[in-house]
């Protein structure tokens, strides 16, 4: 039973140009959320968060939208950057400092 | 900027050998994680621990898994006889308690990959 989706195992996008990288969740529990950016052999480096009091959430580049009522997440990177090709993961948990739930990732490749 | 070190980075060992995975999380943090990645699959929770005791775990922490902080800064994962399918990459994590409405999140070891063979 997945209860975090992440339907799109990658995505392709021209450097320069906007990343979406989107997450679905079940559990209507939920009011924390992550997203993470893994490289290959390192751990996942947290990107941005937002909780469920809010609807959208803002850090530089990358700006993180909640929608409570259709459970979906998704993630908007502009501009894309080389550098931001790896692996993202969505995460999801109960509660602030529980353990979290992790959604299987998209790899986003940013061609140069 | 504080990190989380975890070592070994790469450890080989033979089925039912007992393995200790090490993480130093940051000093000032107050909870801590292990998570694992099989090779194609998703992260995993393991195991969360607070105040000196697990606080949450998963289906896949049984009793071959145990966690310790046995000196206050180390935070260890040991796997009592390792199984083939336990070869994987174990993360280590850890947090501190903050305010949900601003961008906070775990800090991540960069991981131990463990080879059973």
């Known amino acids: 039973d997945q209860q975090v989706k992440q339907n799109s195992p990658s995505l392709s996008v021209q450097e320069g140009r906007i990343s979406i990288l989107n997450c679905d969740y079940t559990n209507s529990m939920f009011d924390y959320f992550l997203w993470y950016k893994k490289y290959p052999a390192e751990g996942p480096t947290f990107l941005i968060s937002?909780?469920?009091?809010?609807d959208k959430n803002e850090d530089g580049r990358f700006t993180v939208f909640l929608n409570k009522s259709s459970k979906h997440l998704s993630l908007h990177i502009v501009p894309s950057q080389p550098g931001d090709s790896a692996v993202y993961f969505c995460?999801?948990?109960?509660?602030?400092?529980?353990?979290?739930?992790f959604g299987p990732g998209t790899r986003l490749s940013v061609l140069p | 900027e504080p990190e989380v070190t975890q070592t070994p980075s790469h450890q080989v060992t033979q089925m039912g050998q007992e393995v200790i995975l090490r993480c130093v999380p940051i000093?000032?943090?107050?909870?801590f994680y292990w998570y694992r990645q099989i090779l194609g699959q998703k992260v995993e929770f393991l195991v969360s621990f607070y105040n000196n005791e697990i606080s949450e775990k998963s289906e896949i922490f049984d009793d071959q898994f145990s966690v310790e902080r046995p000196d206050g800064s180390n935070f260890t994962l040991k796997i009592r006889s390792t199984k083939l399918e336990d070869s994987a990459m174990y993360f280590c994590?850890?947090?501190?308690?903050?305010?949900?409405?601003?961008?906070?999140?775990?800090?991540f070891g960069s991981g131990t990959r463990l080879t059973v063979v």
């Open positions: 995460a999801a948990s109960v509660g602030y400092g529980q353990n979290f739930v």
């Open positions: 937002i909780s469920s009091i809010k």
């Open positions: 994590a850890s947090s501190e308690l903050g305010d949900r409405g601003t961008n906070y999140g775990y800090t």
């Open positions: 000093s000032n943090h107050l909870y």
